[in-house]
Structure formats: structure tokens, C-alpha cells
């Protein structure tokens, strides 16, 4: 059973950095893509980024492409999210995802398992 823990979130001002960690483990983290989504306050979850199983192929939603980098450490189980020119829209829950089946890589396919969830804040 997979388990994925985030932690890294916070509250910054526009225009900071923030690295979102995720610490995933249950299964050979090394077959198996993952990817952030978000979701703020009353509204639908939205895709942020993917990357393949080998860390070789990243996607990003356009509206973080630039600013956002996804990338992993196949050899300590773990995810990140840099996450750079913070905007106040950019307010949100990030979650950790990805999916069931090993070696399949869809960026924006629904997730199959996710985290909790941490909170980034951006003030204006």
C-alpha cells in the first residue's frame, strides 16, 4: 500500500521560493511516475506537473511552466516541487500523486493514490 507524505508548504510573500518534499514509500517507488495536483478553496482540483518513473520526462499545467520544477530521487524514495515567483494565486493544498500501475506515465490522467496534502500561502 503506498503511502505518500508531504511537508514543505508554508506562508511567503509574491515572488519567493518554496520546495515542496514529498516522502513516498509501500512499493518500488523507482517504477512508478508521480506527479502535484492543487486545489484552493472552493474550487476543482488542478493538475500542476508529472514526472516519469526514471525522472527523465517532466510535464507541467501552463500555468506554472517557468516557475515550477518537479523532479525525484529514485534512491531516497522522494518527490519535489520547486516552486519559484510565487504568485497569490498560486494559494492552495498540494498533493502528492500518482498512479497504480507501474510504468505508466499519463500526465492530467486522474491520480490513483495522494497524500494528505500541504498548504501553501501567498501573500500579496
Known amino acids: 500500500q503506498v503511502q505518500l507524505v508531504e511537508s514543505g508548504g508554508g506562508l511567503v510573500q509574491a515572488g519567493a521560493s518554496l520546495r515542496l518534499s514529498c516522502a513516498a514509500s509501500?512499493?518500488?517507488?523507482?517504477?512508478?511516475?508521480m506527479g502535484w495536483f492543487r486545489q484552493a478553496p472552493g474550487k476543482e482540483r488542478e493538475y500542476v506537473a508529472a514526472i516519469s518513473w526514471g525522472g527523465s520526462t517532466t510535464d507541467y499545467a501552463d500555468s506554472v511552466k517557468g516557475r515550477f520544477t518537479i523532479s525525484r530521487d529514485n534512491a531516497k524514495n522522494a518527490l519535489y516541487l520547486q516552486m519559484n515567483n510565487l504568485k497569490p494565486e498560486d494559494t492552495a493544498v498540494y498533493y502528492c500523486?500518482?498512479?497504480?500501475?507501474?510504468?505508466?506515465?499519463?500526465?492530467?490522467?486522474?491520480?490513483?493514490?495522494w497524500g494528505q496534502g500541504t498548504q501553501v500561502t501567498v501573500s500579496s
Open positions: 500523486a500518482t498512479w497504480s500501475r507501474s510504468y505508466y506515465y499519463r500526465p492530467r490522467d486522474s491520480f490513483d493514490y
Open positions: 509501500g512499493r518500488a517507488f523507482s517504477r512508478y511516475a
